[in-house]
């Protein structure tokens, strides 16, 4: 466990970044158009789809589909949602995963300028534009790929363009040649940005947004900079909104469209329910050898598979393991290089019988559809995180087994990342602290501040997840500042054209050659320090540095990034609001923690219950209609026999234990500090005294984590009341 937490809850981050990294196969064929997607479903024929026929624009959206993405005929609920956007009503979609979400948005986008020809607009001048947020970086890529070969004009404006691409695309942008516009949630912090989106002719025609479940704090993922969006989206009178997601109860519906006020007309779902996909589970008691059950299923169920585990290193030793037994097996997770990553995914998409045994990083944007197994060798973290994993399996509609094995250990592994992520109190004050500082307290409403949000966590023993969410929190709620972007400390160069830099006669030049300092390659260049001495802007200078490597003159590379804030009031100087803001921080997470362990513990309840898996999964998504009670080839159907979690209840805290762990760390300021590095959770402090190497760290992991809690509070407190 010790080698797979060098970032304690961020582990699972890493890997889905490594997801949005890998993920450049693309989504379901039907979702980009390919005329080679599975034949269309018959549309359902709910009071709304049956109201929507009657729109001219229905018949619009269906000579688009045809003519534009090589498709006969929508699917279920396709058509009614995107005729109610031409319409010019906003919705959110909840399709399960290769649905065929993206349709939603790219068809009105193009349905957008005859729209504009029929009302006798010119439409290479009429602009406007649909903007769409996604956190997939790479699946933007591939989206606009395949766009630009049907001859649909869309770009995409993210950190891993190149500078001309990007200037290109500004051009394109301001100019209204551009139908789609796909961005990062995290773009929307940049004012300058954000200014040039107000300013386009034609405004935003349809805001899209992916993965919408991250908008509600309620979603098994949130992300704190989609809260921004809807404040966006009304700043920017954008005129019509669609949000998109493939896990969405009830309740994370209603956030998103109260977020941006969608009406429940505009709320359009289809059922998860897959008839070909056995779900069944087993438990696995305390000595159980998990891995020669997956390997006598595997032999049962030969075809592609993926297993699913927590662990980096625990994904290898079992790929190995499995190789031994004469499996074509692999392991994929974060921690690989991504060419390694690459080949295993490309490798898996035109096998036929690869193991792929992975953590969470794998699936995303993989359009394999025929997965015959998804095997849970741990336990996800909840009922929607399962069920996108397993929707992964028998997307060609052929029978294909999910199983689920469930043991005591990895129930209480699961909880090491919602545990981790919590921040101390003693965290939060010192956050508050810094940005309390009395330096900011001389600042006035509209001035800007710069800090290292790396530097910050490491500081404050934060991880940069939750410091990112502790942020949102602070300009939304608290209303203290708003994100203005990101400026870098320190800027280098490698001199490639002389002559070119000679030339350049003007202010900042002459600047940047005065306050340059010289090494044996690189020439550094303080940019705040060559402003200020020269009483020109900042970003006079960084414009400069700019030109001369898009002119080639110069090698540029920038370091140091920075957060700019822009201040909405005064910074906090009086103690008993600081207090207040540090205990709701502190209330706001400890609520996120249980709802967190709530979420782990309805997936355990749904395997364990007297109940058809296939109907209690429904059941929670709120799409019980046309779903059976009973399936008939889950573990419950065939059975009759329930699923029981081990009884296997953790130790108590073994006094020896505690008292080696307090002499091996002088730390007395922070009881859950020492709870995490007991129980095996790492942090940017723990990082720091390199607790991992102590001797100490996860040495009470099979204890309860709260009880560790309350044994080291109680010795922190003796200690700090001892005179």
């Known amino acids: 466990m010790s080698d797979d937490f060098d970032l304690g809850s961020d582990d699972e981050f890493e890997d889905l970044l490594a997801a949005e990294a890998d993920a450049v196969q693309g989504k379901r064929s039907l ?171 034609g405004g935003i025609k349809l805001l899209a947004v992916d993965e919408a479940h991250c908008i509600s704090e309620w979603g098994h993922s949130f992300r704190p900079d989609y809260l921004k969006i809807a404040r966006f989206a009304k700043e920017a009178k954008v005129e019509r909104v669609i949000c998109l997601t493939a896990t969405a109860t009830v309740q994370v519906a209603d956030d998103i469209r109260n977020a941006f006020s969608i009406p429940k007309e505009g709320l359009f779902r289809t059922t998860m329910y897959r008839p070909n996909l056995r779900l069944m589970a087993e438990a696995t008691p305390k000595g159980t050898d998990v891995t020669t059950k997956l390997v006598a299923h595997l032999k049962t169920y030969p075809g592609a598979s993926i297993v699913y585990i927590t662990l980096q290193k625990q994904a290898e030793e079992l790929a190995a393991e499995l190789v031994n037994q004469g499996f074509p097996a692999r392991a994929y997770h974060a921690g690989m290089k991504p060419e390694v990553r690459t080949m295993t995914q490309d490798d898996f998409l035109t096998s036929k019988d690869m193991i792929v045994v992975a953590t969470i990083a794998f699936g995303m944007g993989i359009d394999k559809p025929d997965i015959r197994n ?153 940019v705040d320090g060559v402003a200020k001495s020269s009483n020109l802007d900042r970003a006079e200078i960084v414009r400069t540095l700019n030109s001369w490597n898009d002119l080639g003159a110069i090698e540029l590379k920038c370091e140091g990034v920075q957060n700019v804030f822009r201040l909405e009031r005064p910074v906090p100087s009086i103690t008993k609001e600081i207090n207040d803001i540090t205990k709701h921080l502190d209330e706001s997470l400890g609520a996120t923690e249980t709802t967190n362990l709530a979420r782990t513990q309805a997936l355990i309840d749904l395997v364990t219950a007297k109940q058809c898996f296939a109907w209690a999964l429904a059941a929670y998504f709120g799409q019980t209609h046309g779903v059976p009670q009973s399936c008939g080839y889950c573990t419950w159907c065939e059975t009759r026999t329930q699923v029981v979690l081990p009884n296997e209840p953790p130790q108590p805290p073994d006094p020896v234990k505690v008292k080696r762990v307090l002499d091996t760390l002088s730390v007395r300021d922070d009881p859950r500090f020492l709870a995490k590095m007991a129980f095996g959770i790492q942090s940017p402090r723990g990082t720091e005294l390199k607790v991992k190497y102590s001797g100490v760290f996860e040495s009470m992991n099979v204890c309860d984590f709260q009880e560790l809690l309350r044994v080291f509070t109680k010795a922190c407190g003796e200690a700090n009341a001892r005179p």
């Open 31 to 201: 979702e980009v158009g390919d005329g080679t997607a599975e034949p269309p479903l018959k549309r359902s024929k709910g009071n709304v789809a049956l109201k929507s026929v009657s729109s001219p624009n229905c018949a619009l959206a269906n000579k688009v589909l045809e003519e534009r993405f090589g498709l006969k005929a929508f699917r279920l609920e396709q058509e009614a949602a995107i005729t109610r956007v031409l319409d010019g009503g906003s919705a959110v979609v909840v399709f399960p995963t290769g649905g065929g979400k993206s349709l939603c948005y790219q068809v009105p986008a193009v349905c957008f300028r005859y729209q504009d020809e029929g009302h006798g607009r010119q439409p290479s001048r009429t602009g406007g534009i649909t903007l769409v947020i996604s956190p997939l970086i790479a699946l933007m890529k591939d989206q606009v790929d395949a766009l630009l070969q049907r001859r649909i004009k869309a770009a995409v404006l993210n950190s891993s363009i190149a500078r001309d691409l990007y200037l290109t695309t500004q051009d394109d942008l301001r100019h209204g040649r551009l139908d789609l516009l796909y961005v990062a949630p995290e773009r929307l912090n940049n004012e300058g940005f954000v200014d040039s989106l107000k300013a386009i002719h």
């Open 374 to 526: 998804v095997i849970h060798f741990d336990v996800p973290d909840s009922i929607e995180s399962y069920s996108q994993q397993i929707g992964r399996a028998g997307r060609d509609g052929m029978p294909s087994m999910c199983m689920f094995y469930l043991s005591t250990k990895n129930f209480y592994l699961r909880s090491i990342f919602t545990y981790g992520a919590r921040p101390s109190l003693r965290s939060l004050k010192l956050l508050l602290q810094d940005l309390c500082s009395p330096e900011r307290r001389k600042l006035k409403v509209g001035d800007t501040f710069t800090l290292s949000l790396y530097q910050q966590s490491k500081d404050v023993d934060i991880g940069p997840i939750v410091l990112g969410l502790i942020y949102a929190q602070l300009e939304l709620h608290f209303k203290l500042f708003r994100a203005a972007g990101t400026s870098y400390s320190t800027y280098k160069y490698i001199t490639k054209n002389d002559a070119t830099i000679r030339k350049d006669s003007t202010p900042a030049a002459a600047a940047i050659e005065k306050g340059a300092k010289m090494a044996k390659i690189w020439t550094t260049v303080d």
